[in-house]
């Protein structure tokens, strides 16, 4: 139980860096200077946007986004089976 509590809460927090990430965040939850005086973690989100801002990449950056944040859900999903693997290999199968 406790398990599957903590990775609810770890995919919860990874979707709303995804969303933060994005051109969608709408929420300004901190001030102007950005998170902990990070310029770089501005309230407005859209990281991604501003990464790619002035490149050849800018008309993509929702494309960028996205296969992004599927790569890191997928080395996520790799991980969780790694290590869930690991420890339930001596325990039988029900």
């Given at each position: 139980m406790t398990r599957r509590?903590?990775?609810?809460?770890?995919?919860?927090?990874?979707?709303?860096?995804?969303f933060y990430l994005s051109r969608f965040w709408y929420l300004s939850l901190w001030p102007r200077p950005g998170l902990f005086g990070w310029e770089a973690l501005r309230p407005q989100g859209g990281l991604v946007g501003q990464w790619v801002r002035g490149t050849n990449?800018?008309?993509?950056?929702?494309?960028?986004?996205?296969?992004?944040?599927?790569?890191?859900?997928?080395?996520?999903?790799?991980?969780?089976?790694?290590?869930?693997?690991?420890r339930d290999a001596g325990e039988p199968h029900e």
């Open positions: 509590l903590i990775m609810i809460l770890v995919v919860a927090l990874l979707a709303a860096i995804f990449a800018a008309p993509f950056e929702l494309l960028i986004w996205a296969l992004g944040c599927f790569g890191i859900l997928t080395i996520a999903q790799k991980l969780y089976d790694f290590f869930t693997s690991a």
